[in-house]
Nanobody, 122 residues
Framework: QVQLVESGGGLVQPGGSLRLSCVTS????????VGWYRQAPGKERELVAS????????GYSDPVKGRFTISRDNAKNTVYLQMNSLKPEDTAVYYC???????????????WGQGTRVTVSS
């Protein structure tokens, strides 16, 4: 079992910045990937950004490309999401996700944090 603890959410004005952190209970390199998802009220949870645990390859959804940056600090078992130029439509609960693929069957295991709320409003 992998535990994830997010922090860094809060209230920010449009155009502002926040940095979210996700601390994992195991070495990041023991995971296949770590991602950030978000869920706005009345909407489906959506993938925002992800990073390969070994490769470091990153990916972003179109709405956040150029504004958000995902990074990792393997020594601290922490993945960050730097969010700049925030917009009201970025308001959501942000969740950290860790994925493992293991075993002969290549079964996929997904772990989730409790979420951290981000509100962008003037």
């Amino acid at each position: 079992q992998v535990q994830l603890v997010e922090s860094g959410g809060g209230l920010v004005q449009p155009g502002g910045s926040l940095r979210l952190s996700c601390v994992t209970s195991i070495k990041i390199t023991s995971l296949n990937a770590v991602g950030w998802y978000r869920q706005a009220p009345g909407k489906e949870r959506e993938l925002v950004a992800s990073i390969g645990s070994i490769s470091g390859v990153t990916g972003y959804s179109d709405p956040v490309k150029g504004r958000f940056t995902i990074s990792r600090d393997n020594a601290k078992n922490t993945v960050y999401l730097q969010m700049n130029s925030l917009k009201p439509e970025d308001t959501a609960v942000y969740y950290c996700n860790a994925r493992q693929i293991r075993g002969w069957s290549q079964a996929t295991y997904d772990y989730w944090g409790q979420g951290t709320r981000v509100t962008v409003s003037s």
